[in-house]
Every structure is written in C-alpha cells, then in structure tokens.
C-alpha cells in the first residue's frame, strides 16, 4: 500500500498561524538586502559585483590570461553559470560583453574577439560566435589570489569556492565606474582617469588627513601630468564636460550630485564662404543611430529651423554631419539649440552608493572611496607577505633537511639501504623533522651532485634574506605603505596620461552663455501668423499675417475680442483681470482650423478671471497698468513674463476692483478718461515704476471707474478717433485746462471726444 499523502489527525495539528504583514516584511526584506548586496551595489574594494567577479574568476580558472589563446564565450558563460552564479546565461554574456566594450567601460578588463556590439546599439554576435580573454587590467584586479590575498567561501552548491572579494590592485570602483539599481537604493559611478587616481591615492597615502579639496585639481599639470589629481570624469566616448568647478567639488565631497556632457564638434570649411559642423565625439551611453533618429524627427517637426540636415558619416571613428539652412547662421547658436533638444547634452548622475566590506551599503565621498581601496591593498600586502613568509619557512626547513643530508651523505645512503625504518632513524640521527626526512627520502639521486649542494646554499642564502625583508615589512606600517605607494607608482606608469589607453579622454570647458531671445528662436521656425483672442476667451493662431479680420468666425454668441499680427517665435502676453501675466509662445497656440482652445486649458487661469489684453511681447518696453478704480503703476515689460502655466501676479487687485487696462509707454504725459466723462492729462514722471503691487490714484471719482488711458507725447499732442473714424488732435495749449496733478479729477472731455468714452 502506497504512502498516504493526508496528514494524522487531519492536519489540525500541523497548522501554524503566521500574520501575513509579518511574513511579507521578514521575506520583502531578504529580498532587498539579498538584491543590494549580490546583484544591484559594487564593492568598494574592487568595485565589481558579484556576477563581474565570477566571470573573472571563472576566466582565471580557464587560464584565458592575456597572453593565452581566446576561447568561446559559450565556454566561459558555461562555467560561470555552472559553478558559480546559478542565474540566467543571457545576463552572464551580457555582463561580460559590457567588460569587453571599448566604448562603455573605460579599461576593459576583457579582451573580445569578434562581433561584441557597437556605439550605434547594436547587439553582440551569439555567445557561440564570439570569443575573449582576459586583459591586463583584469589580472591586475587578481594579482595575489593564489597568495591568500582574500578569502574565499563555498559557491552556491558547496561544490566549490569563490573569492569573496578580488586583491584589486587596481582602482577599479572610480576607473570603470558602476551603475545599478537595487530595492529602494540605486549607485551611479561615472569612469575616472587612472593616472589621476593613482596621483590621488599616493597624496592620500602621504597625507591621511588630506580633504576632498586636496585631492580634487581642477587645473591640469601642464608640468608633471603624475601630479594631476582628479579632475573629473573621464568618460570612454570622450565628450565636452561643462560643469562647474564648484558642483563638481561638491558632488565628490557628498558623493551625490551628476556631471554635464556634452559632445565634442568643430566647424569644418567647404570653400566659397559654406561650413558644416562635424561631431566627432557623443555623451557617454547615448546611442548614436538613435541619437541622429532623435535630431532628424526635430528636423521634420520644424524645431529645429537653423538645421537644414543630418547624415551619420562614421566608420571606425564617429563622424555625424550637421548642414546648416544658411551659411550666415550662427554656428553656436544651432549647436546651443541641438544640446537643448537632443541627447548631445546629458547630465551623468554621480551617486557612490557602494558596499563597504562587501555588506554595508553606504554614500562615500571620493576620500572615503580612495581610503577603503588602500586599506583593502594594505590588508591584501599583509596577507600576500604572511603566505609567502610560510612559504619560505617551508622551503628553508626542506633545504635544511637537504644540507644535512650533504654534510653526511654516506651515512644517509647506508641508514636508507640497510634500515627497515629510514625515515625514523634519519630522524633519530641527525635530528631531522618529519618534513626534512620525507624530503630526503624522495630526493632523486641526480641531486646528489656537488653542483646541486651549491645551488641548495646559495637558494638558503637568497631565501633567508628575503624572508628577513618580509618581517621587517611585517612589522613596519611606514614600510607598508612605501611599498604599496610603488605598487601605485608602477600602475600609473603603465597608464600614464601620455600612453594611449591612459590619455584623458573628456574635457573641460565652460558653457557658452547666449540670448535667450535668439536660442528661442534658432529652436522655431519663424512664420508668420495671425492671434486671435474671443470675448469668451478663446485663442487660435490663424497662418500669415490676415488683412482682414471680418472674415473670421466664432462660437455661437462668441465674437472677436482682439487680433494681431505675429511671427511664431514671438512670445504673446496675457493680462487676466485679476492682475497676473501669462506668457504663451506663439508656435503652442492651437491653429486656425476650428475655433481654438479656451485660455484655461492652455495655463492655469482662475474661473471668476477673463482677459483684459493681449499682446507680442517687447522686452525693452515699458507698461502702464491701471485698475478700474483709478490705481496704477508703470513696470519693465521684461519683469512680467511668467515661466509656468500658473502666470505672474503683478497687479494686486481686491474685489469688486480689476485690472482693466494695460498700455505700452511711448511718451511723457499720460491723458485718463472715467466712466463720468472728465479727462485729467499729467505727466508720466508722476507714477511710480513698480514690479508689483496695486500702484497709485490716477484720477479721482466720486462713482465709477477708469473708461480709457492713454500715454503720449506732449509734443505731438493728443489724438483720438470718432466713431467716424475721424481722427482729432489737441496740441498743449489746447489742452491746458485739462492739464493737472495726478490724482485729482478733472474736467469733462473737449467737443468732438467719441461717446463711448475711448481713444479710439
């Protein structure tokens, strides 16, 4: 009879109530610290993570070192995925392809042959195509792990071991930097110039107590490129870096903060007064084919109107190709337009979110980054020195052995021919421990020469000395880092800023500054249109510039408020009567076809608010404002555009009182007319110039309001329309009696002023 798969007494008794808030935190949280620490955050010794780590070991492993034949990255995938890191093959090949790419890691720390992708995106060749090794900054990063140079656990099997940690004599964490993201923690490490890092590091070695200030040069050493510390990212695409010395500083103090790149581009001369401008270098990690998709949909949607095309001509090297519209067209001003638009500006987040001895994940300042990679080589130097020092005394106690058995060879002969236990009586004999008995009884009769005794002495010799060196080392902190100090020394040799890999690669430069006018309108194409505001508050932006705005059509009950002429580039203000300015671009009006959109859904005006006015904006102008009761200021036309869709309050104004008129100042006297028909005229010179606020009496009432005001030269005189369109005009003298301080009432409007109370 087969085993019964119900449980004794029913299951009662085997049921455990677990809450289920409990339960889920306890095993969100594994999760989390399992995904921080063996997946998503590098180490800060050797600045892998593990599945990094396993691919270098595995290859180790297989003997793929630089001067070795490559083999299949099938094989190694193979290796790392059945020994070591028991995950998917596709992401092992990945993570490996990435180590091989010239273009994403700064110092590849593996060597690939054959299709390993491009800049342009594309995919590598099939893990059974391709083949790789290692290089020699890989086996920089494993110097010293037969030596016992860090420890080692059991893989995930129990089959087999793993390094825990790589020696890392190389700097690898700022080299090649890293980037992932975990459960609620992400890191983001951009590459770092080798020879500058090692600088850095042999002054922190001499100076423990150097600040970040110290370790940062923003300025190159034109004389000794081995005294330049960091300056900043050095990205493997090269690029432009326009960031500034103080955000630079401050994010390596912090360990937060990101990086502006740019590309790299010159202009290039065809003859007869036309140019082109060439790229030759692009951000890090921007694709470049998708790049150019990027720049040519701008092209077609007509945002890009200083651009006539864009061809990609690059073979090895990256050549992109832009054609300007005009050769009079301001090649700086096209190339500002692109990097606003266009990934030919990024900014590389620097966030060095990293494990401290492989399980504490922490923020860490450059400093800090630099002193846990030299405590990690001096506790690697220590190790290697303790293992090599039980070498030696392993050595010098088997040649001991063996020149005692020279001092009395014919007696060792005789005891090995003639006694039933050798090893016991050799021991016995000549006080041999077991160690040394072995080794003489396993010596080969070849060493017996006279020759092999001298060459036995003259190993004690040299093998006495250096294991006097190694205490000596030992026990001298000085000498410890003397002796990593040249390591360093050594490294920045090899990668130095004159060697071809070592050469920094990104440089500096300040961001160009230009008028915001001219970059707004080298991004739109300049046409001309024709904006149109209703009574209801609907705007539209008709193509050209129309004669005649009888023909337009509106809304039932809906009728033209006001309309003008602009070009696309134009900003248009809007003054609400609750006081505040919006701005609006002229292109981001909604076309002519239909009747429009309504204000509100175009920026966040307030219900119980309509539109006084709107008109193309001058920034060298100058506005008077005024409110329905009487109140006004003048203000900079410039200090009233407003950057969000909420607007710019500048008027205050409390009900039942609203902002009514708003007129562009061109002249020094001011002439006012209120709903009672008087008219004041006064000079402008009386009102304050104000940003923002409710202003001063214009003109006084007993009832009513302001009906119209108008600003003119007293000069020229005062001039309005009838409703015949007949235009009148009253010089200074003839308007004397209307002429008073401001504030006061005035006097009922000349013969001839329309009845509706207006200028025109």
Known sequence: MGKSLIPPDNGDDNVEPVDLKAALEQRYLAYALSTITNRALPDVRDGLKPVHRRIMHAMRLLRLSPDQSYAKCARIVGEVMGKFHPHGDQSIYDALVRLSQDFAVRYPVVDGQGNFGNIDGDNPAAMRYTEARMTDVAMLLLEGITEDAVDFRPTYNDEDEEPIVLPGAFPNLLANGSSGIAVGMATSIPPHNVSELCAAALHLIKHPDATVEDLVSLEEDAADHTKTMVRGPDFPTGGVMVESA???LDAYKTGRGGFRLRARWEVEDQGRGTWIIVITEIPYQVQKSRLIEKIAELLIAKKLPLLDDVRDESTEDVRI????????????????????????????PLNMNVLTNGKVPNVLSLKDVLQQWLEHRKDVLIRRSRHRLAEIERRLEILGGFLIAYLNLDEVIRIIREEDEPKQEMMARFGLTDVQAEAVLNMRLRSLRKLEEFEIRKEFAGLTAEKGEIEQLLASDTKQWQTISWQIAEM???????????????????????DLTDMHHAMIEKEPVTVVVSEKGWLRAM???????????????????????????????????????????ANSLPGG?????????????????????AFVHNPGRQLLLSSHDGNGFLVPEADVMANTRKGRQVMNVKAPDEARHCVPVAGDSVAIVGENRKMLVFPLS???????????????????????????????????????????TRSKDE????????????RMVPKGFPRS???S
């Open 757 to 759: 109370g207006k200028f």
């Open 686 to 728: 009386e009102i304050p110039e104000l940003g923002r606020g409710k202003g001063v009496r214009l003109q006084r009432y007993k009832d009513g309001g302001v009906s119209d005001i108008r600003v003119f030269a007293m000069e020229q005189g005062l001039t309005w329309q009838d409703a015949a369109d007949r235009t009148f």
């Open 543 to 585: 193509k050209g510039h129309l004669p005649d705005f009888a023909a337009l059509t509106f809304k039932e009950g809906d009728k033209l408020k006001l309309a003008f002429h602009a070009e696309t580039t134009d900003r248009i203000l809007v003054l609400t009567t609750g006081g505040k300015f919006y701005t609006i671009g």
């Open 492 to 514: 920045q040799k090899k990668y130095a800023a004159d060697t071809p890999l070592g050469k920094r690669r990104t440089t500096f430069a300040d961001a160009p500054q230009h």
């Open 321 to 348: 190709v832009l054609e300007p519209k005009s050769r009079s067209v301001n090649p700086d001003i096209l190339m500002e337009s692109l990097f606003k638009l266009s990934e030919l500006e990024t900014r590389f």
């Open 593 to 613: 076809r239909g009747h429009g959109e309504p204000i509100r859904i175009i920026v966040d005006m307030e219900n119980d608010q309509d539109i006084v006015t």
């Open 735 to 746: 308007l004397i009696e209307w002429i008073g301080p401001r504030a006061t009432a005035g």
């Open 246 to 248: 103080d955000a630079i």
